[in-house]
């Protein structure tokens, strides 16, 4: 499985577009890109998900460059309630979801 | 999507004792995987388990310590044996779909 690298923390403010990048250099060719985002107390919750170049939905994008060494995601417009962790994690979905979770990036937006 | 129940959601147990872990999927899943995740740290993989096999332990993990039950496609059980203090942590369940996996909530476990 291939091993991801994160920020272990980020401050943010709240209005402010916040970007974290996730470098994954041993990244496989049947490897999909996902991100969770975890609350204290609760469960780790799905983000966005990609292959290559980018993806959108409602909650943020997901920049991936040709080469899918790295990814961003991006979440817009930030606000107290998106203070949270969040994971990078790497894998070939035909092997089921039992990931390698790296430390994860702890995102703290300041009003 | 898929909604998943653990019971208990905390709970405080004498060393020694054994305390089993409930996960309830409200859907068939091929895949459940349980977690453990320690406070402030990420989580770490323990098994995964499948219907109607054994359960496939990572390094470091040993059936004789955290056995694991899956009777059925929507349920499954985890029991952390002999529990000592440095068992103290957050257990979670989880099952894949083809692009996401769903988490329950924990059970947050202390051992004194």
């Known amino acids: 499985l291939a091993k991801t690298t994160q920020p272990i923390s980020m401050d943010s403010y709240e209005g402010q577009e916040v970007n974290i990048t996730c470098s994954h250099n041993?990244?496989?060719?049947?490897?999909?890109i996902t991100w969770y985002q975890q609350f204290p107390s609760q469960g780790p919750r799905f983000i966005i998900q990609?292959?290559?170049t980018k993806v959108t939905n409602e909650v943020a994008s997901l920049f991936i460059p040709a080469d899918r060494k790295s990814s961003t995601l991006s979440l817009p417009r930030v606000s107290l309630s998106d203070t949270a962790v969040y994971y990078c994690?790497?894998?070939?979905?035909?092997?089921?979801?039992?990931?390698?979770f790296g430390p994860g990036t702890r995102l703290s937006v300041l009003p | 999507s898929a909604v998943i129940s653990q019971k208990p959601s905390r709970d405080i147990c004498q060393r020694g004792t054994s305390l089993t872990i409930q996960c309830q999927v409200d859907?068939?899943?091929?895949?459940m995987f349980w977690y453990r995740q320690q406070p402030g740290q990420s989580l770490t993989l323990i098994a995964t388990?499948?219907?109607?096999?054994?359960?496939?332990?990572e390094s470091g993990f040993v059936i004789d310590k955290f056995p694991i039950s899956r009777p059925n496609l929507t349920f499954s059980t985890l029991t952390v044996s002999n529990m000592s203090p440095e068992d103290s942590s957050i257990y979670l369940c989880?099952?894949?779909?083809?692009?996401?996996?769903?988490f329950g909530q924990g059970t947050r476990l202390t051992v004194v």
């Open positions: 994690l790497v894998g070939d979905l035909n092997y089921g979801q039992n990931f390698v």
């Open positions: 041993n990244i496989a060719t049947n490897d999909y």
């Open positions: 990609g292959y290559k």
């Open positions: 859907s068939q899943v091929t895949m």
């Open positions: 388990a499948n219907q109607g096999s054994e359960a496939t332990y």
């Open positions: 989880s099952t894949g779909g083809n692009t996401e996996a769903f």
